[in-house]
């Protein structure tokens, strides 16, 4: 064969193989989450930069030796090209594929895609080079260093994950994990950026390296001096940009952590670490329940020796995603028995699930403290599910009655598949936890904590609890048949589990991208922006709860475009959607009573209250028909459509006859923390004709809470046994006995 020919055929080759990287793009982005280019798309093409990369350093380095006066860098170029070429082939098929057959932008988040795919494919490059000069190109040693190398990158990376606070693995090969899969919308942010850079500077250093054996090789010797400069100022970056990261509090350390929040109380079971602006009642409050949860979870579990648990509470969204790089997912390390959680009102309502994960870490052992099969396959439905049973239910509903209404759905999980590693993740989000929880918590109640911890620990079912799975799912679901559903809970039900989560979503990225940046808009006092981007959301996900977004940011603003926004998403609702609906119809009441048309305002309340909203809804339904119609609750109209003066609006609530007002007084006494205020206007309230038993409960639970506060414990106990008596809520039931037993305790 001529030289021609074979150059050719080498050529047909390379071509043939970038096009069936370009048809491997175009295939990948038929997948979920791969179907516009992003995160997702820039960790496949960084693997294939890795796979291809480093192959490609090898034999181009191999090729230099042989030829006698070797140059590192210029087959580190060669490599590199080549990895680089190949992952812009891949991009650009899947960007095809999301141009011609998706509604997805293909260049939303194509940002992400260089920086998190192109230093991969560099540093395997370079990698590839190195090794093959260091072994002096004989293959095998060659592809055990480029082996070595890749093993101790992970290990380190690994290393780093597990003993740090932070939910992220951040790689300089395989690229950027970035914690909560459940965080829908990513950034680009200083911290990706950082990392970026250190791999940029760990490519230099390796790269220097083989520079200077690259001189070494030559015939006669070069100098080293020109490599190993430059390989010693890579290291100097790698350092230096560590040292910033910390400083910055982007890469994670317990001492930036606090340095960030400030606020620290320290206990027997519980180390608290809060924002230093918490008000010192509060922060006292959150560490008493804090201690007095580990307290009870460890004896629900029969754990003896509790764990002291590390508690991080964050300010902001913005702030946890910076510091430990998740924002609205709260999570846990068990093995750590440490916890990172966002502050709320009242606390943060996820503290005892965490807490249980972190007091389970001692009964699972292991690595990671939980249920997992060969140490790292964990039973997610086990460690969710037991988390999600030991919780003091929230709302309305238990999580029986939750799982029972998602039964009727057909939606609910079957119990082999959420307690085997990997189906849980399977089902979206709030049916898998719910399910399991539901399950784990029938297990508790009905085989005692003996067989649910032996399994936790990581025996088989069968031998934890002497039945098989299928047995003990036949009971559960026998159970669950005995439970009964009220049309309210139906309608919950439809709307917490038919969504089909993230991975459903169309252009999910996207769409969460937009969303966030709407959310920022009218944060900043942007309403148009706001509205724009609200729009392109709904366009593309079709989703009508995009339109009550875009309702909700015009509402202060053009109150007019704002109701046609929240009639356009009632017609996009169609008939489906009740809980939305209920939400887009009280709206409209809102802004037709700001414009002073009460009668349609108390008709749309009406209309909204026919679909069986959830209790709390109903309640403001109940009390916005009373105030629009009702002249002595007149006063309430600029408390409920968030105008005015609150303060004077609710003083002419607590003198006003009818009892919703002094409740509605109370009530916004209470939850500004004035408990003394709130309890002789409850009383008065309870004394009178509320609207309906969800008033009296609500009541009674603000007012036993307020007595409680102000160290009245048994009056406190006394309206909490009368709410139990009252409610025809099991969740209230075990609400208020929980409030009671933790009162003055
Ligand atoms: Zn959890």
Redo the contacts with the bound molecule.
């Keep these: 064969m001529t030289a021609r020919a074979t150059r050719a055929g080498q050529l047909a080759l390379q071509a043939a193989g970038a096009g069936l990287v370009a048809a491997l793009g175009f295939r990948l982005a038929g997948l979920p989450l791969l179907e516009a280019p992003g995160w997702e798309l820039g960790m496949a093409a960084a693997l294939l930069g890795v796979a291809v990369g480093a192959p490609a350093g090898v034999l181009r380095a191999r090729r230099e030796l042989l030829g006698g006066s070797p140059s590192a860098l210029r087959a580190f170029a060669g490599a590199a090209g080549f990895a680089a070429l190949l992952q812009l082939v891949l991009v650009g098929g899947a960007a095809l594929r999301t141009a011609l057959l998706t509604p997805c932008s293909p260049t939303f988040g194509l940002a992400f895609v260089p920086v998190v795919a192109l230093p991969s494919a560099l540093a395997a490059a370079a990698l590839g080079v190195l090794a093959a000069l260091l072994a002096r190109g004989r293959l095998l040693p060659t592809l055990l260093l480029c082996a070595a190398g890749l093993a101790l990158s992970l290990a380190a990376t690994l290393t780093e994950g597990y003993f740090g606070p932070a939910a992220w693995l951040l790689d300089p090969f395989l690229g950027i994990w970035p914690g909560p899969i459940y965080d829908e919308a990513l950034s680009l942010d200083r911290r990706l950026l950082l990392f970026r850079l250190g791999t940029l500077a760990w490519t230099g250093a390796m790269l220097g390296m083989a520079t200077a054996l690259a001189a070494r090789r030559r015939s006669p010797p070069g100098s080293a001096r020109t490599g190993l400069a430059l390989s010693a100022t890579g290291l100097l970056a790698v350092a230096a940009l560590r040292l910033l990261g910390a400083s910055t509090g982007d890469l994670a350390t317990r001492a930036s952590l606090d340095r960030a929040l400030g606020g620290r109380l320290t206990g027997a079971r519980c180390d608290l670490h809060f924002p230093r602006e918490k008000p010192a009642r509060e922060a006292e409050r959150l560490f008493r329940a804090c201690e007095a949860d580990v307290a009870e979870v460890s004896a629900a579990l029969g754990v003896a020796v509790s764990p002291r648990v590390n508690v991080w509470v964050h300010r902001s969204e913005e702030e946890k995603r910076r510091l430990v790089g998740a924002s609205r997912t ?3 390390k068990p093995w750590l028995a440490e916890i990172q959680l966002l502050d709320a009102p009242g606390g943060p309502p ?1 503290l005892r ?2 807490i ?2 972190a007091v389970g870490g001692s009964v699972a052992g292991g690595p990671l403290g939980v249920p997992a099969r060969h140490g790292v396959l964990v039973d997610a439905g086990l ?2 599910g037991l ?2 049973a030991l919780e003091v239910p929230r709302g309305e509903w238990t999580v029986h009655e939750w799982a029972r209404a998602m039964k009727d759905l057909s939606l609910l999980p079957p119990a082999a598949r959420l307690v085997e590693p990997g189906g849980f993740y399977a089902a979206p989000g709030a049916r898998a ?1 719910t399910a399991s929880g539901s399950f784990l918590a029938w297990l508790l109640a009905t085989r005692g904590p003996g067989p649910v911890m032996r399994a936790y620990a990581g025996a088989p079912f069968i031998d934890a609890f002497g039945v098989p799975l299928d047995r003990l799912e036949i009971d559960w679901h026998a159970f669950l048949a005995s439970v009964p559903v009220p049309p309210e809970l139906a309608v919950a039900a439809e709307a917490r589990f038919r969504p089909a989560g993230l991975l459903g979503r169309r252009c999910a990225r996207e769409t969460a991208g937009l969303e966030a940046r709407a959310v920022d808009a009218s944060r900043e006092g942007r309403p148009e922006r706001a509205a724009g981007y609200w729009r392109r959301a709904a366009r593309l996900s079709g989703d009508p709860s995009d339109l009550l977004g875009l309702g909700d940011a015009l509402r202060n603003w053009d109150a007019a475009a704002a109701d046609s926004a929240y009639a356009e998403a009632l017609a996009a609702a169609g008939s489906g959607w009740p809980s939305l609906r209920a939400t887009l119809l009280e709206s409209r009441g809102d802004l037709a009573w700001g414009k002073g048309d009460a009668p349609l305002a108390g008709a749309r309340y009406r209309e909204a209250l026919s679909l069986h909203p959830d209790r709390a809804r109903a309640r403001r339904l109940t009390a916005k028909l009373a105030g629009s119609a009702s002249p002595d609750l007149a006063a309430s109209a600029p408390y409920f459509l968030g105008m005015g003066n609150a303060e004077a609006t609710l003083e002419a609530l607590a003198a006003s006859p009818d009892p919703l007002g002094p409740y509605l007084a109370g009530r916004y006494a209470a939850m500004r923390g004035d408990a003394a205020a709130a309890i002789p206007l409850l009383e008065r309230a309870l004394s009178g004709q509320l609207p309906s038993l969800p008033f009296r409960v609500e009541a009674l639970a603000t007012l036993a809470e307020a007595r409680c506060r102000t160290g009245d414990v048994e009056g406190a106990r006394r309206d909490w046994a009368r709410l139990e008596r009252e409610t025809d809520r099991e969740a209230d039931r075990e609400r208020a006995r929980h409030a009671a037993r933790r009162c003055g305790g």
Excluded: C, N, R
Aim: glycine share 0%; charged share 25%.
């Design positions: 709260e999570f846990t996820a699930h965490e249980v994960h460690v969710e988390a999600v936890y």
